[in-house]
């Protein structure tokens, strides 16, 4: 007996139908990082572990090793190190960055689009397997601060052209929580962090709670609440921060720098970049400014999109490559879109007409037709069998094909073309035949 196919948890699929809407958003994006002047790369799927290790509080508890049936390490025979699958885009990038520093023009801009791997719980919006999105401006010793302005513009710029609504992208900068935690005493930066990153999933009083345990006074837990509270579309959150009393000169260095970003997202992206002191990004990688956006009436998704900038991750122990990127989760908002919204293509294929076929004897001819189309750059494809008219049209229609073709009969007469939604026919040429731009291409389905 054959095995029983099941799901496999963590590893989604789309149907056609959704699968061209995720292609759809990958080409606006694709299209809004090219015309921002950024190269595309594609890196390996693997890292030596050692270098995946380290880069994240669970990391090591997110990697996938690589090994083969056998159970032994790939490579191990060799005494190469162990590998793992890439949790993400940065760290195989700030690799690639090294490795091939010689051939590269700085500052260097590229984008990624590929699948990441984690081996967290699957829950909705989180999975094991995904693809991702990423932008980044990496430079030699110095990284100019612009480019921190620049980030969540691009990602805004993509967003507006995706059917997702409103949306805001959050910005703080890990110097703020830094120098204050400092300011107030707490020295173990990067542990208040990892908490503090956690007050939307788990709330105030577990925050606290945690703050309280790993040795934080109760005025100091407070302290940090209130500095996570404090948010604004404008500068004002520079007097709110003032106003706690709190001073460090890393904290206003932070203050300055987020301030440069908001300002710019003000002038050029009015109401859309937010100051957001709560956010501070997982990672440890992150030293400046850090970004999660977040879709307007959909908050409790969670982040579909983020990152920020690091000073430290791309060194070869002589030459520091700093850099900022941003990432779209592209998967999480895909199925979200989907599940939560029924987002859909109008069609489960690519094709806009489907060329019938008369008999089989003429079947030539249809492809002569449906060649002649695709040259034209309109897709189409050839009708399956040669059934009656009346099923090849009912074909057409399950799949969303909005135009039938019919080739001329053998006695001479012309071919026509069929809009099976209205029902006009018309004779037509598939040299001279126009469709039409709205139809051309697969669209978005929004309910």
């Not at 837990?221 to 500095?227: D, F, G, K, T």
């Not at 203050?255 to 990004?281: C, F, H, K, W, Y």
């Not at 520091?320 to 987002?343: F, N, Q």
């Amino acid at each position: 007996m054959a095995p029983k196919v099941t799901p496999l948890s963590g590893f989604p699929e789309l149907l056609p139908a959704g699968r061209l809407l995720e292609q759809h958003m990958l080409d606006v994006i694709r299209r809004t990082f090219e015309l921002h002047g950024f190269a595309p790369v594609e890196t390996r799927a693997v890292e030596p572990v050692e270098r995946l290790l380290g880069k994240g509080g669970d990391a090591d508890k997110e990697i996938y090793a690589v090994s083969r049936l056998a159970g032994d390490p790939v490579g191990a025979a060799a005494g190469e190190a162990a590998l793992g699958l890439h949790f993400d885009l940065t760290v195989p990038f700030a690799r690639y960055v090294l490795e091939h520093a010689g051939k590269l023009t700085f500052p260097f801009r590229r984008y990624q689009i590929q699948k990441v791997w984690r081996g967290e719980r699957p829950q909705e919006g989180r999975y094991r397997e995904f693809t991702q999105a990423d932008i980044d401006v990496v430079d030699v010793g110095d990284l100019a601060p612009h480019f921190e302005a620049e980030m969540p513009l691009v990602l805004a710029e993509a967003f507006s052209q995706l059917p997702i609504g409103p949306f805001t992208v959050r910005c703080n900068n890990r110097k703020i929580p830094e120098g204050f935690y400092l300011g107030i005493g707490l020295t173990d930066v990067a542990a208040t962090l990892r908490i503090v990153d956690k007050l939307d999933k788990i709330g105030p009083q577990a925050v606290t709670d945690l703050l309280l345990a790993g040795g934080a006074t109760a005025l100091q837990a407070r302290q940090c609440l209130a500095l996570a509270e404090i948010s604004s579309a404008d500068l004002s959150f520079v007097d709110a921060v003032t106003g706690l009393g709190v001073e460090h000169p890393t904290l206003t260095e932070g203050l300055n720098a987020l301030s440069a970003v908001i300002e710019t997202g003000m002038a050029q992206a009015p109401g859309i970049l937010v100051a957001d002191l709560r956010i501070a990004r997982g990672l440890d990688y992150y030293t400046g400014t850090v970004y999660e956006t977040l879709i307007v009436g959909n908050e409790e998704w969670g982040s579909v999109g983020g990152g920020g900038r690091y000073d430290s991750l791309a060194s070869d122990g002589k030459t520091t490559y700093p850099g900022v990127g941003i990432s779209i989760g592209v998967t999480r908002l895909v199925h979200l879109l989907v599940g939560k919204r029924g987002l859909s293509a109008d069609r489960s294929t690519p094709s806009a007409v489907l060329v019938a076929v008369t008999d089989e004897a003429h079947r030539a001819a249809s492809t002569l037709v449906a060649t002649a189309l695709r040259r034209r750059g309109i897709p189409c494809e050839v009708a399956p069998r040669a059934d009656r008219f009346g099923k090849q049209i009912r074909y057409a229609d399950r799949r969303g094909i909005p135009y039938v073709w019919f080739p001329g009969a053998a006695d001479g007469g012309g071919d026509q073309v069929k809009d099976i939604r209205s029902g006009a026919q018309l004779d037509a040429d598939p040299a001279t035949w126009e469709c039409p731009p709205a139809d051309l291409h697969p669209g978005i389905i929004i309910p």
